[in-house]
């Protein structure tokens, strides 16, 4: 049994190959898992954004929708946070709209439209401020009274939020007309 000398030198590179490929492959896959836990952190941040937007924009619509029924209180000067119903139309801005959730404005719960589910996943209730601007002076010939409406929405994490806000012109017995959008 006479093997060549460079037989056994062989024997050890293939060994030393083996367990260089090894790792290789092992970091490769660390990294795909490391990878698949940042994609799903991504979609989670995503789905928080959608729902802090879908509320805002829920709270100003239904907002846009109480100022059209008619229904809205003469405004007032706003101090305290109350229940949509029956809600509050304010003379002074916002104090401070960047600290949310707000000092002052409505708390919007979706039950006040009749939906039967309202979604539980966010962290609080959506807001809405609705600021009497007084009387448009448009030369259109538009007439009416012109509200500036705010509305903030909560994610599923205290750290999602959204605010939207429009100008809305009620018109007196035509109907209504938004004047901007978010």
């Keep these: 049994m006479n093997e060549p000398r460079h037989a056994h030198s062989q024997r050890g590179m293939v ?13 490769l896959a660390l990294g795909m898992f490391r990878s698949f836990g940042l ?3 991504i979609a989670g941040n995503v789905r928080d954004k959608a729902l802090a937007l879908h509320a805002a924009e829920s ?3 239904y907002a846009e929708w109480w100022l059209q029924s008619g229904t809205a209180p003469s405004a007032t000067n706003c101090t305290a946070v109350v229940a949509s119903n029956p809600g509050q139309v304010c003379t002074n801005a916002l104090s401070n709209p960047t600290v949310l959730p707000w000092a002052a404005g409505v708390t919007y719960t979706p039950n006040a439209l009749g939906l039967s589910n309202p979604s539980t996943q966010a962290q609080q209730a959506p807001m809405f401020y609705i600021r009497d601007l007084g009387t448009p002076s448009f030369s259109t010939g538009l007439t009416g009274e012109l509200y500036q409406i705010d509305a903030v929405g909560f994610g599923g994490s205290a750290n999602t939020t959204a605010v939207v806000e429009s100008t809305y012109l009620v018109q007196s017995g035509s109907g209504t ?3 901007g959008g978010p």
């Design 15 to 27: 060994l030393i190959t083996s367990l260089l490929l090894l790792i290789v492959v092992t970091i």
């Design 39 to 41: 994609d799903e952190k």
């Design 59 to 61: 709270a100003e619509q």
């Design 177 to 179: 007309q938004s004047a």
